[in-house]
């Protein structure tokens, strides 16, 4: 077993004690959740500041959360998911072609944010159907990245262009197989009762690397290399028995 299935499997295990302890404990104020979605890769490598959804791949996650109040929880989250891109597949700008670098990399994350609900519905007694918030927190990545070079079209690059010299640098440079980043994100949740919820969310990493995608002196080198995510998925609220009479919404 490599250094990342290790560290894997090691996120997962650390998971799967936070979900065992919430089970022996008091089950109150906790909810549980899987979603699925895509992962967007925004870098270098794309033709757009919001990156490109040419083979994209799915993304699956899973989280427990625990109600802070009617407004705040706190959330730990386990990701699953790939990013990559081909710039051959570019006709626009041309030169892409030409360069023709190209990523993939499985990403494996673990974090946690503090979600805000906006209305402070955090609680089985007092809900709407839908519910905005937002959520912020830090986490890690672990990568695999492959990087491929090998057909770049060399003569219709000056050899003191920056996709030449600049290829000499990042060939030697160590891609990151373990990435901080801090997680911000939007959702939307729709109670379909008191403890079953739908969701949708959107979240953008700010990462801390300009060689997620293997490539950061031949490329752009003035800014890092970040993804984003698109899910939408199922949520179940583990309330205890403690139960009063419920609140009505005039």
Same mark, same amino acid.
């Given at each position: 077993?490599? %250094?990342?299935?290790?560290? *894997?499997?090691?996120?997962?295990?650390?998971?799967?004690?936070?979900?065992?302890?919430?089970?022996?404990?008091? +089950?109150?104020?906790?909810?549980?959740? @899987?979603?699925?979605?895509?992962?967007?890769?925004?870098?270098?490598?794309?033709?757009?500041?919001? =990156?490109?959804?040419?083979?994209?791949?799915?993304? @699956?996650?899973?989280?427990? %959360?625990?109600?802070?109040?009617?407004?705040?929880?706190?959330?730990?989250?386990?990701?699953?998911?790939?990013?990559?891109?081909?710039?051959?597949?570019?006709?626009?700008?041309?030169? +892409?072609?030409? *360069?023709?670098?190209?990523?993939?990399? %499985?990403?494996?994350?673990?974090?946690?944010?503090?979600?805000?609900?906006?209305?402070?519905?955090?609680?089985?007694?007092?809900?709407?159907?839908?519910?905005?918030?937002?959520?912020?927190?830090?986490?890690?990545?672990?990568?695999?990245?492959?990087?491929?070079?090998? !057909?770049?079209?060399?003569?219709?690059?000056? !050899?003191?262009?920056?996709?030449?010299?600049?290829?000499?640098?990042?060939?030697?440079?160590?891609?990151? +197989?373990?990435?901080?980043?801090?997680?911000? =994100?939007?959702?939307?949740? $729709?109670? @379909?009762?008191?403890?079953?919820?739908?969701?949708?969310?959107?979240?953008?990493?700010?990462?801390?690397?300009?060689?997620?995608?293997?490539? %950061?002196?031949?490329? !752009?080198?003035?800014?890092?290399?970040? $993804?984003? =995510?698109?899910?939408? =998925?199922?949520?179940?609220?583990?309330?205890?028995?403690?139960? +009063?009479?419920?609140?009505?919404?005039?």
């Amino acid at each position: 077993m490599n %250094s990342i299935q290790t560290i *894997r499997v090691a996120a997962a295990t650390i998971f799967a004690f936070i979900v065992v302890t919430i089970s022996a404990q008091n +089950k109150n104020n906790y909810e549980i959740g @899987i979603n699925a979605g895509t992962l967007i890769y925004q870098g270098d490598l794309t033709n757009s500041v919001f =990156g490109t959804y040419k083979g994209i791949k799915p993304a @699956i996650g899973v989280f427990v %959360s625990k109600n802070l109040d009617p407004y705040f929880s706190w959330r730990i989250n386990l990701l699953y998911g790939k990013i990559g891109v081909d710039e051959s597949q570019f006709t626009n700008p041309s030169w +892409k072609q030409l *360069r023709n670098f190209k990523f993939t990399t %499985s990403v494996t994350e673990l974090s946690t944010v503090l979600v805000w609900n906006f209305f402070g519905d955090n609680d089985e007694r007092d809900y709407r159907r839908f519910t905005p918030y937002v959520f912020g927190g830090v986490g890690i990545s672990l990568l695999n990245v492959k990087r491929d070079w090998s !057909n770049i079209n060399r003569s219709a690059f000056d !050899n003191k262009s920056t996709a030449i010299v600049g290829l000499g640098t990042d060939t030697v440079h160590h891609t990151p +197989k373990l990435l901080p980043i801090m997680p911000v =994100g939007i959702g939307l949740k $729709y109670a @379909i009762n008191n403890k079953l919820s739908l969701r949708a969310e959107g979240t953008y990493r700010v990462a801390f690397s300009d060689y997620i995608d293997g490539f %950061s002196q031949s490329t !752009n080198a003035s800014t890092n290399d970040k $993804y984003y =995510g698109l899910s939408i =998925g199922v949520s179940y609220k583990l309330f205890g028995n403690n139960y +009063k009479c419920p609140v009505v919404r005039r």
